[in-house]
Nanobody, 125 residues
Framework: VQLQASGGGLVQAGGSLRLSCTAS????????MAWFRQAPGKERQFVAA????????VYATSVKGRFTISRDSAKSTVYLQMNSLKPEDTAVYFC???????????????????WGQGTQVTVSS
C-alpha cells in the first residue's frame, strides 16, 4: 500500500488549505484513513479520521469545527479541508491507513500501518 499526500503550503492565519492523500495498491479501499501532524520537537498528533465504508468521522478537539475530513472512494483519495488556520496548525501532515479492516476509528499512530510521506503546512501570523 502506498499513500501519496499533497496540498501543503504556506498560508496566512485565517486562510485555508486542502490536503489530499491518494492510496494505491493493496486493500486500502476497505481501511479507515486518518490525518496526523507533527511539529518540530513534538510527538505525532492525531488530527482526524474517517471510516472508509461508513463515512463516519472523528476529530481532535483542537481542529473540530475548522477542519473537515472526507473521502472519494472512486478515486481512493481522502481529503483534509483546513479552514481558519492558525499558526499553531503549522506542522508536517501525514495521511495514514489503518493496519487492518475494522469499524472503530482510532486516534493513535500505532493503529495505522501505512503512512504517506508527509506534506508541510506553514501558517504565518
Amino acid at each position: 500500500v502506498q499513500l501519496q499526500a499533497s496540498g501543503g503550503g504556506l498560508v496566512q492565519a485565517g486562510g485555508s488549505l486542502r490536503l489530499s492523500c491518494t492510496a494505491s495498491g493493496g486493500t486500502v479501499s476497505t481501511r479507515n484513513m486518518a490525518w496526523f501532524r507533527q511539529a518540530p520537537g513534538k510527538e505525532r498528533q492525531f488530527v482526524a479520521a474517517i471510516g472508509w465504508s461508513s463515512g463516519s468521522t472523528v476529530y481532535a478537539t483542537s481542529v473540530k469545527g475548522r477542519f473537515t475530513i472526507s473521502r472519494d472512494s472512486a478515486k481512493s483519495t481522502v481529503y483534509l479541508q483546513m479552514n481558519s488556520l492558525k499558526p499553531e496548525d503549522t506542522a508536517v501532515y501525514f495521511c495514514a491507513a489503518d493496519r487492518s479492516t475494522r469499524t472503530v476509528l482510532h486516534n493513535t499512530p500505532r493503529d495505522y500501518g501505512y503512512w504517506g510521506q508527509g506534506t508541510q503546512v506553514t501558517v504565518s501570523s
